[in-house]
């Protein structure tokens, strides 16, 4: 099995513009290997959306492309007044803007996702049910598109695991993004009682295809240091849950070889306003300093390379997994 780290966008530069090709050179000679971005962030025209895919198709990187069903990069303002209906045209038109992309490549298409933004917290089951057997419908519509997931988000309809596991059962092959991060400070605990760990392992993990790894606590989404003592108890139930989903998805594998499991490590940078003043909603770190105080590479290079380590830990117990590799 081979693990594929992408970095966000966040925080990184010239990805609308500038020589696309010398950073995701760049980018590969750090050791990532592709990046997660939305159609905005890389470029504001379908021919600048193809350069940059380009790009990174010239430097071997994959990509994956985040869609949204409203609030576009998540910028409000949020519409409780938009229906299901408008929330799944929206996605619709977002979808077949990537598969046009993805269909444009020449050779084989770089992009290997699309991660969902999907729906409203505000919205009933039955509301739900309708967005989502209809996005899988367009999905299995659009064949030239790639995989498509639904990220477990904050202020989106799979904002907490119990709504999750609930629909789950109503639209089995629905699948997921998991970010863990958004979860824990939701529901303000690592969710680690024995009910909750039946739920996420039999119900959750083996819906899930992409990883979002970013580390969070109870009362914060993101930690400046991963190995900073304060937070080792929260970042070993991130970790935890991770080699939870790689054991379902080697489970779930035709070839365990061959599989490739992905995951995009993602920080935010500092949150300023239009005339540069902090605005405050960055998380802060242990010494009650904005995350992005300490340099954002420097939390991102922590995060991918614990991530890797512990991926290649993981991969090597062979013993406890009992599968073959």
Request: hydrophobic share 40%; aromatic share 8%; proline share 3%.
């Amino acid at each position: 099995m081979r693990l594929l780290q992408l970095r966000s966008a966040w925080g990184l530069a010239n990805l609308r513009a500038g020589d696309r090709c010398r950073t995701m050179a760049a980018l590969r000679t750090s050791g990532w290997h592709g990046v997660e971005a939305s159609l905005d962030d890389i470029g504001g025209t379908y021919e600048e959306r193809r350069e940059c895919l380009a790009a990174a198709q010239s430097e071997g990187m994959s990509f994956i492309l985040s869609a949204y069903s409203s609030w576009t990069n998540y910028e409000g303002p949020f519409d409780a007044a938009r229906t299901v209906a408008s929330h799944g045209d929206a996605l619709l038109a977002q979808l077949r803007q990537i598969a046009e992309l993805s269909s444009s490549t020449q050779g084989s298409s770089p992009l290997i996702r699309v991660n969902a933004h999907s729906g409203s917290d505000a919205w009933s089951e039955s509301e739900a049910l309708e967005y989502f057997e209809r996005a899988v419908a367009d999905v299995r519509a659009l064949d030239v598109l790639p995989a498509v997931s639904h990220e477990t988000h904050r202020g989106r309809y799979l904002c907490c695991p119990f709504a999750t596991a609930r629909l789950l059962a109503k639209v089995p092959s629905l699948r997921l993004t998991s970010d863990f991060s958004h979860w824990v400070v939701k529901c303000e605990r690592l969710l680690d009682s024995a009910e909750e760990h039946r739920l996420l392992t039999s119900t959750i993990a083996p819906a899930v295809d992409h990883v979002h790894a970013r580390i969070g606590t109870a009362q914060s989404p993101q930690v400046a240091d991963v190995e900073h003592a304060a937070v080792a108890q929260a970042a070993e139930r991130f970790y935890e849950w991770w080699e939870i989903v790689w054991d379902a998805r080697e489970r779930s594998s035709i070839s365990a070889r061959d599989t490739r499991l992905s995951a995009t490590v993602e920080y935010g940078p500092l949150e300023l306003s239009t005339g540069g003043e902090y605005r405050g909603y960055t998380p802060v770190d242990m010494r009650l300093e904005p995350v992005a105080g300490v340099a954002l590479e420097t939390t991102l290079e922590r995060a991918r390379t614990r991530l890797a380590e512990r991926f290649e830990r993981w991969h090597a117990d062979v013993g406890r997994r009992g599968i073959v590799v």
